[in-house]
Nanobody, 125 residues
Framework: QVQLVESGGGLVQAGGSLRLSCAVS????????MGWFRQAPGKEREFVAA????????SYVDSVKGRFTVSRDNAKNTAYLQMNSLKPVDTARYYC??????????????????WGQGTQVTVSS
């Protein structure tokens, strides 16, 4: 059974940092792409960042480029989202997702096969 478990969310002041983790079990983690998404109240879930299985290729939504960094440790079956210079607009529930594909990075929620339960990030002004 495939499981994704996020951690690391919390309350932080604007300009602060958080690192989210996503621990994956139940499959060969290094083969597959990982994505991070977020959903604010009343809004659709949106793409934030993604990384291929090898870790060599990443993709970001424009609004987080230069502030967020996606990475992974295949030995630990864990993906990370380092978030710096956080802004109140970054407030949302953050989800990690796994796509059973190792060739391309995609940004659509329907392209991901497995999801975590999410972790709340709240940025105060």
């Amino acid at each position: 059974q495939v499981q994704l478990v996020e951690s690391g969310g919390g309350l932080v002041q604007a300009g602060g940092s958080l690192r989210l983790s996503c621990a994956v079990s139940g499959l060969t983690f290094s083969r597959y792409a990982m994505g991070w998404f977020r959903q604010a109240p009343g809004k659709e879930r949106e793409f934030v960042a993604a990384i291929l299985g090898s870790g060599g290729t990443t993709s970001y939504v424009d609004s987080v480029k230069g502030r967020f960094t996606v990475s992974r440790d295949n030995a630990k079956n864990t993906a990370y989202l380092q978030m710096n210079s956080l802004k109140p607009v970054d407030t949302a529930r953050y989800y990690c997702a796994l796509r059973v594909d190792s060739i391309i990075l995609v940004r659509t929620t329907s392209s991901y096969n497995y999801w975590g339960q999410g972790t709340q990030v709240t940025v105060s002004s």
